[in-house]
């Protein structure tokens, strides 16, 4: 049990690790929406989609593992959490599995958190583009605007509104 144990301190850091990885470039994401950098916002994708496979993977294992140690715990009636594995190791395995457990919660928040403030940030440009597609397409079609004056007035023609000084 000893070695099943170990080696789910060793999946967990490394998953920590990668949570930390895709958190960095969650950031850079932000910095590539706002300054609107398109080619280098496909790069970041491309890299964060990269470490989710891993992830999974290493989830994959981790799962694995956690079966396991249920099998030889005695605890095969019900799923074996993280945190069960945790209460139930003593020693230093068991502090060692306790602060990655924490260290894996805490990472998991603040990479859950980045993403709302990026779909936050991408929902606002999208707002932002729709709107600005709407205005345009109302220019082009010569749909009545409201002139200098502040009265209703038809379009002389599609770019009139574009090229019309105050």
Known sequence: M??????????????????????ALVREERGRVVRSEL??????????????????????????????????????GLPLTLTRVTDLSSGEIGRTLRALRVEFCEVVDLLRAANDV??????????????????????????????ARGRLSETAGPLAVVNRTA
């Open 2 to 23: 000893k070695s099943l144990l170990v080696e789910l301190t060793v999946v967990l850091r490394k998953e920590v690790d990668q949570y930390r990885r895709l958190l």
């Open 39 to 76: 080619a280098g916002l496909l790069e970041v994708v491309q890299e964060k989609e990269a470490i989710t496979r891993g992830l999974a993977q290493l989830e994959a294992f981790r799962s694995s593992l956690v079966d396991q140690l249920a099998v030889e715990l005695g605890e095969g």
């Open 118 to 147: 990026n779909r936050t940030l991408l929902d606002r440009s999208l707002e932002f583009v729709q709107g600005s597609l709407e205005l345009l397409r109302a220019v082009m079609a010569g749909t009545p605007t409201y002139g």
